[in-house]
């Protein structure tokens, strides 16, 4: 029965741009893909570790730019770029794991709260490299040349699509297969009780370098993708706004579980386009607002456990 | 597992099977509007929302366009270029505007630019001023706003004037600051001044005593500005601390002087602002009656005066969208885009005809606005001796 | 010599503002462990009340500031007994994005009810500078700097010596201890956050005039206050002072002399210098916190 539905679902994920026949829709759900990979990322550090990165937009940034500026300045191919996207911020994420060598908790998050503003600067300031505010406009699509056969373009949403939905899979079951290896043993372990994992040899500075490693490529994985969709890359993915979206999609959806991130990208993408189109643009943030502290209020856990919770009890 | 299964399923396959919900009007035209209705520069974009509505209320009780109604779809970029994009393709997908007037930052526009060729629906720029809108080979866009380069050309003529010997910049640290900044440093450096420091300020920052410090201990006698009016209060309130004593021109547009008299008070005094729009002196526009009936509607509806030197933009990229809606004959996309070449409209800031810009062949379209200077005398707007005749 | 003056003597000022924002909320993060993001939005509620008795109410600029810190103090206490304390012991993150959900909820609020125009605030102070010297600076931020540098003395006397203050300290440390001992606990939990957010309004109230309002301008002032109470060390009130003159001046010397694009990017850089040599905080006694 529950490989029925499992399948089920896939089935219609796999299928959807064959019957969301209406473009805006499967861009929605384009992004929504994105913010997935972003948020099982970010749940990485924050669900399975306990340390809180409010800079993670920081490493979606470096992502989106590392590609932007390899495949329009040097005219790389875009998969080298999706390539490059996931190394330098995994890169980053490994600097930042050793800085916090001596940090936990609130020292941790302003040392990533740093990290964010930095880059952000960096990407305003630097016109050298990045263009600064203006931009790079002209991100080339994602190709597949394979050799002896037409190339094929992602540039038209439904293939974008198939890519994002591959790449949201391919998340998840890495974070599946990291929870279920030894590492995810550690890092839990970790969470739970530092000094006790400690005392039993567990090297907490090594697993938390490593959840931030692989954290941050996933994110700059997510900016990838973000910028061959849109195209157009500029310093605004810095915002801190994408770091509180993607804690608000971990945490409501359900930190600490594989499926609340991907449940709380789709929620939290989907939200604010239906409050586009249900009510005034007065009032939409002001709903979104008081829809996520109610949430929140009914559901401290998250969606995914506290449904779990309910359904297991019944 | 199951049941969360069955959920995700059903909330999957009811939002997103959805068809199109495109509440019909029987007749209506639609012309798309997108602009930063929340965020830091909520005042400026609800300020060309504003005026886009008295537009469309004057279009609609002259019988509208095309015999029918016209409407508004207003939607919020949040000043996040990815909202601008989305906002864009809500209005072409599910909305089917022909047109749309937007986004007023310039990497909004910028962002929604690529949906415009990829649905095929042309846009009316009213605020942008970074040149590579109208140089990227873009056959959708059409501007009505000066890009930088065009705005310092419009001070050449007084440049002499001025007797500018070295001149410092200040600007906000985005596309539109730092172009201002280069655009007007080149205008200087042609006609024989010299550029002294160059400084930026965050666009969010409250606190620019660093910056005037820096600049107070160069040599210069003039200081550029270029940012929103609440930023330069603070800049003048920050220069009157420490007793910056020299010329202060703006640019830009958006200072908004008699917001500046009011909030800055004395540190207004003296300077000088770059504007399209006079709204204290409506005849000395183009269209003196167009002007001013503007002028009276906007303070008949209760909108406050200081918005006016935004406002107007909104006017009159719907006034551009309309004329070309009934150029075309029908709202079609691409034949309102064939019209807008076509388009020869007095706007309030003045006439609006579209020249080619940009690459051959995917030329975009620029007006060429009229430019005005202003200066705070006496508590007061007042047109400079030089500047006195239209 | 001049150009350095007047800027230790901006940073200064620039850091007492600092210093302001974070004495609220080294309360709610240090002793109460909330993350509270909402915190730039008692911020400028502050600042809009003592708005509206200015220009509602045509009270005097000096009445003003005791009203919006009541406001504020009010807010908090409405906002700690309906959100927070329901939640009480759910995770911290989770109380952290109530708390967002609040940040967002109060600033469209805000922009909803006062509209996105920006306003100003007539203050009783002369517009012209005094001079010192070769420096020169607004009455208005001197008044500023000495209020600021009163509440902050107060609030530590406060916590440090009053009755009150003893029984809050005993809450965050030891919760059954101190219920054992007949504290209300609460009570305490209601008036520590109605403390930290009328502090914040206090700022608000105190700042808008300095600069404008507008619904947006909460947004830096959390994130600056963040920085300094952690640089000052959680729970720390002259921490925090200290911590927040650190940052302005560091700032202004970055501005002044590395460049003003980066500005923000200095202050960073000496956050992440301190912590990693003093990871508790500039002045608090070294303690072991990896």
Not at chain 1, 19 to 24: A, I, L, M, R
Not at chain 1, 253 to 259: D, I, R
Not at chain 2, 230 to 238: A, C, D, F, N
Not at chain 3, 153 to 170: E, F, N, S, V
């Amino acid at each position: 029965m529950r490989w029925l539905a499992l399948g089920a679902l896939l089935a219609v994920t796999a299928t959807a741009p064959a019957w969301v026949w209406n473009p805006y829709h499967l861009h929605t759900l384009i992004m929504a893909g994105i913010f997935a990979v972003l948020a099982l990322s970010l749940n990485l550090l924050l669900g399975y570790t306990g340390q809180l990165s409010l800079g993670h937009a920081g490493f979606f940034g470096i992502g989106a730019y590392a590609t932007g500026l390899l495949t329009v300045k040097l005219e790389w191919s875009p998969w080298l770029g999706l390539a490059a996207a996931t190394a330098l911020p995994a890169a980053a994420g490994w600097v930042i794991g050793r800085l916090a060598l001596k940090l936990r908790g609130a020292y941790f998050v302003l040392l990533t709260i740093s990290f964010g503003g930095v880059t952000s600067l960096v990407s305003v300031n630097w016109m050298d490299l990045t263009n600064g505010p203006l931009g790079l406009p002209g991100v080339p699509p994602v190709e597949i040349a394979l050799p002896g056969l037409p190339v094929v373009s992602l540039r038209s949403k439904g293939a974008y699509y198939y890519l994002v939905l591959v790449a949201v899979v391919a998340a998840y079951l890495l974070c599946l297969a990291l929870i279920r290896s030894r590492i995810g043993r550690a890092l839990i372990a970790l969470r739970e009780n530092e000094t006790l994992a400690e005392s039993v040899g567990i090297n907490g500075t090594h697993y938390l370098v490593l959840a931030a490693l692989i954290s941050a490529g996933m994110a700059g994985f997510a900016g990838g993708l973000y910028a061959h969709y849109t195209r157009f890359v500029s310093p605004e993915v810095f915002l801190f706004g994408y770091t509180v979206t993607m804690l608000i999609m971990v945490v409501a959806g359900g930190k600490g579980t594989l499926a609340g991130p991907i449940v709380g990208a789709v929620i939290f993408t989907v939200l604010p386009e239906a409050l586009r189109a249900l009510t005034s643009w007065q009032w939409q943030m002001l709903v979104y607002g008081i829809v996520l502290i109610a949430v929140l209020f009914f559901m401290p856990r998250g969606i995914v456990p506290t449904l779990h919770e309910r359904w297991r009890r019944t | 597992m199951t049941r969360v299964c069955t959920v995700a399923l059903l909330l999957f396959l009811a939002i997103f099977a959805a068809g199109p919900v495109s509440a019909q009007q029987a007749e209506a035209i639609k012309i798309g509007v997108i602009q930063p209705l929340s965020g830091p520069v909520a005042a400026s974009g609800n300020y060309v929302r504003m005026g886009a509505e008295i537009a469309r209320d004057w279009i609609n009780s002259r019988g509208g366009v095309l015999g029918r109604q016209v409407q508004l779809l207003i939607e919020d970029n949040k000043s996040d270029p990815k909202e601008a994009a989305t906002a864009a393709e809500k209005l072409i997908v599910r909305d089917k505007v022909p047109v749309i007037m937007g986004a007023w930052g310039s990497s909004m526009t910028l962002a929604a630019m690529p949906k415009l060729e990829e649905y095929g629906v042309p846009m009316v720029v009213e605020t942008s001023s970074a040149a590579s809108i109208t140089k990227r080979g873009n056959p959708w866009v059409f501007r009505i706003s000066p890009p930088s380069e065009m705005e310092a050309l419009g001070l050449e003529k007084y440049l002499k004037n001025f007797g500018i010997k070295q001149a410092d910049f200040l600007a906000v640290n985005t596309d539109w600051g730092r172009g201002a900044a280069s655009a007007f440093g080149d205008l200087l450096k042609r006609s024989g001044a010299s550029v002294g420091a160059t400084e930026f300020m965050d666009q969010a920052a409250t606190d620019m005593n660093a910056q005037i410090t820096k600049i107070k201990a160069g040599s210069g006698d003039t200081l550029f500005v270029t940012t929103s009016v609440e930023q330069i209060t603070l800049v003048l309130k920050q220069a009157q601390d420490q007793r910056l004593s020299r010329k202060v021109i703006t640019t830009g547009g958006s200072s908004s002087p008699s917001q500046l008299i009011k909030q800055a008070g004395p540190a207004a005094e003296g300077t000088y602002h770059i504007l399209f729009f006079l709204p204290w002196f409506p005849e000395a526009m183009p269209d003196g009656k167009l002007a001013k009936a503007f002028v009276d509607e906007w303070t008949k509806r209760g909108h406050p005066f200081e918005g006016l030197t935004e406002g107007f933009r909104g006017h009159d990229g719907i006034l551009t969208a309309a004329e070309a809606i009934k150029l075309a004959g029908k709202p079609d996309p691409k034949a309102v885009r064939e019209a807008l070449w076509n388009v020869n409209v007095m706007g309030v800031n003045g006439p609006i005809k579209f020249e080619k810009d940009g690459p051959a062949g995917k030329e975009s379209g620029q007006s060429k606005p009229s430019i005005f200077i202003v200066q705070i005398k006496d508590g007061k707007i007042a047109l400079p001796a030089f500047a006195a005749k239209k | 010599m001049d150009q350095l003056l007047q800027h230790l003597l901006n940073g200064l000022l620039l850091g007492a503002t600092y210093s302001l924002l974070g004495i609220g909320l080294t309360l709610v993060f240090g002793l109460m462990n909330v993350v509270n993001f909402a915190h730039g939005e008692f911020y400028t509620l502050g600042a809009y009340a003592a708005f509206a008795a200015l220009v509602g109410l045509s009270v005097s600029f000096f009445l003003a500031i005791p009203l919006a810190i009541v406001v504020g103090a009010a807010a908090g206490a409405l906002c700690e007994r309906c959100l927070l304390r329901p939640l009480r012991g759910e995770s911290i993150d989770t109380i952290m994005l109530v708390m967002i959900g609040l940040w967002i909820a109060m600033q469209n609020a805000e922009l909803l009810g006062w509209g996105g125009v920006a306003k100003s605030v007539l203050t009783p102070f002369p517009a012209q500078p005094v001079v010192l010297g070769r420096v020169s600076v607004s009455p208005l931020r001197i008044f500023v700097f000495v209020v600021s540098g009163l509440l902050i003395l107060a609030a530590h006397l406060l916590l440090a010596r009053t009755k009150l203050g003893r029984a809050m300290r005993a809450t965050f440390q030891d919760r059954e201890t101190a219920a054992l001992m007949g504290v209300s606990i609460e009570r305490i939990h209601t008036i520590t956050f109605a403390f930290g957010a009328g502090l914040a309004a206090a700022a608000g109230a105190l700042l808008g005039p300095v600069f404008l309002l507008y619904p947006s301008m909460g947004d830096l002032a959390a994130l600056k206050a963040f920085s300094v109470v952690i640089l000052g060390g959680l729970g720390n009130f002259v921490g925090a002072a200290l911590g927040g003159l650190v940052l302005g001046v560091a700032e202004e010397m970055g501005a002044g002399y590395v460049s003003s694009g980066y500005r923000d990017a200095v202050g960073f850089i000496i956050i992440v210098g301190v912590l990693l040599l003093r990871p508790s905080g500039l002045f608090v006694r070294a303690e072991r916190v990896g």
